[in-house]
């Protein structure tokens, strides 16, 4: 092929291929300028962001949005494909928030099952890049603790004893959170992985005896279990004294769905619980 015939080629596959990749994320919308400057508008740009747009950050690196996983008082959470999402302040106020989470990430993560978040691939002050959370099958949609603590679920159902079940195991090895930044029970939720955290700030605090609060302690969590007049949160812990000894109660795993009769308050249950004294420096509670 002579020369002129082959740059004929290059160019037409060039003009060929060109559109097609950048129209995969084109426009895109800029939230943050080359120096990290958040738009002027950023609030109403945010607001009106949905699947299908693309977004630009501060680094040239654009993410195109696949779907709205929610959002409601400071971030917005979207997946970009790939069992990954992003979140990014729904404010400019909000940014500094949105930091905490990247802050807080480690030492949550070594107390409590939480949503993975990848900081290599964040941008301090623009967005996380974190797991896309999966419902569990059997339930379709992810459950936050405030939604079980509701009245959605009869305790004589399937999903409310697997959201039951798995709210324990998740309770026992989260056992050494006394409390969690912004720690609320709207930042819990049922996933394809059990209950996790999914919405923290810095500032998480360790128990340090059996007199600290525990978040899963029926006066922290008052309405677990509503449903069966809170005998679930009972199940979940209890501190108790005992030979004038205060000790924290840790039940062992629930078995079968046979073990939620405690549903109907009946409390004998507690014969099959463990008792240990709270000694944070020994592993009493094997995960
Ligand atoms: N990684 C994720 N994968 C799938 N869905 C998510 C993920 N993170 C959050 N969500 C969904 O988005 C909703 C809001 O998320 P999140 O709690 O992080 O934001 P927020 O409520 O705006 O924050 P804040 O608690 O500060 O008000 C959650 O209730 C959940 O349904
Ligand atoms: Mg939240």
Redesign the pocket.
Known sequence: MSGWWLRLALFSFVAWVRPVAAGTCNPAITLFSTDGTPAHNYDSLVESLGAGNCVLFSSGKKIKLVKD?????????F?VGRNR?I?IA?TKE?IP?LNE?LEGYHEIKALAPT?A?FPDQSLSGEYIW?????PHHLIG??V?LDDFNSSHFPPNQIPFTLLATELVKFARKAFRVAHFG?Q?S??I?F?NRGWVV??Y?RGHLVAKSAWDLIPFQRQYVPATGAACGGALSRLIYDVSEIGGQRMLIVPDELETAVRLSVLEQRIEFFGGLRTRNLDLQSPLFPR
């Open positions: 996983l929610g959002g409601k008082e400071s971030s917005r959470v997946g999402a979140k729904k909000a928030l989470i949503v978040i974190e797991e896309e959370l999966i949609r992810l936050g912004d609320g709207a930042q939720h996933t999914t919405d700030r």
